[in-house]
């Protein structure tokens, strides 16, 4: 039961994310306006740069978001390996950042803040970009590589151009493989894969930065889905293989129905094939 209360926080992860990135950046832009305000309208009588109470509310919300999404990231991604290492580090940073400000706030909110004043906005400022960029990074992470970045791309023809690259044609010596298991991918395994998995794990969106729209893909070192040598141990095989209605199923059950037993079969027996290679 733990370790299910464990998953649930962990999980919330995926939902509070966004809030500090939203208060934090909107606080930033507030207390922007409010130390440049005065040189705008050249008020000489105007005093030195206080926080508001406006942004200080803000942040301080986002500094507990951010603390509580810190903490449930570090727990969601403890297993993860490489794939979370760039957007957990940079949440890291971020968290330490956003304590840095909170010091600075309340060294800022003295009668006379003087240097502590100018520190807490330059801090302010670089936790609102560091929080902007880890959104994006995790973003990254869950719809693959430039998911926000990609209908730019295909506005401005870069898209366009590197998909009329030619095709890399591949084969069976390239993966250390058979004929026939390279022919039984293309023949039975990718249509499985197409129908259930490449809807969110294809070029188009690759969730959690896996592929699986080709045979390079799927049998790719980073990614971890085959392991050749205990086949039984697949991350592709654990997924597919698990009861209707579990959380971790692929394909998830609000995308696709699960895989049929003699499709779970097809994909174990091609497996186990692999490592007979």
Request: charged fraction near 30%; aromatic fraction near 4%.
């Given at each position: 039961m733990l370790d299910n209360l464990i998953e649930f926080f962990a999980r919330t992860h995926l939902v509070v994310l966004h809030f500090p990135i939203a208060l934090l950046i909107v606080a930033a832009v507030i207390e922007f306006y409010r130390a440049l305000s005065p040189k705008i309208r050249r008020d000489g009588t105007a005093g030195p740069y206080h926080p508001g109470p406006t942004g200080t509310t803000l942040f301080v919300f986002g500094f507990l978001a951010c603390a509580y999404t810190v903490i449930t990231g570090l727990v969601f991604g403890f297993d993860d390996g490489e794939r979370v290492d760039l957007h957990r580090i940079l949440g890291i940073a971020t968290g330490v950042l956003v304590l840095l400000t909170a010091i600075a706030l309340l060294m800022a909110r003295k009668p006379t803040p003087g240097a502590s004043g100018r520190a807490y906005l330059i801090l302010?400022?670089?936790?609102?970009?560091?929080?902007?960029?880890?959104?994006?990074?995790?973003?990254d992470l869950t719809h693959g590589k430039g998911f926000i970045t990609r209908p730019l791309a295909q506005a401005f023809g870069s898209a366009t151009e590197a998909t009329t690259q030619p095709a890399i044609v591949y084969t069976p010596q390239d993966f250390n493989i058979s004929q026939n298991a390279f022919d039984t991918f293309n023949a039975s395994i990718l249509p499985i894969l197409e129908n259930a998995c490449v809807e969110c794990h294809?070029?188009?969106?690759?969730?959690?930065?896996?592929?699986?729209?080709?045979?390079?893909?799927?049998?790719?070192?980073?990614?971890?889905?085959?392991?050749?040598?205990?086949?039984?141990?697949?991350?592709l095989i654990y997924r597919i293989d698990l009861p209707a209605g579990d959380p971790d199923i692929m394909p998830p059950d609000d995308h696709a129905d699960p895989l049929s037993t003699e499709q779970i079969e097809l994909v174990r027996a091609w497996v186990h094939s692999l490592a007979a290679d």
């Open positions: 302010l400022t670089l936790t609102a970009i560091a929080t902007g960029l880890t959104g994006h990074f995790g973003g294809g070029p188009d969106e690759a969730e959690d930065d896996i592929r699986l729209d080709t045979l390079a893909y799927v049998l790719d070192p980073a990614a971890d889905m085959i392991k050749r040598d205990v086949p039984d141990h697949s991350e």
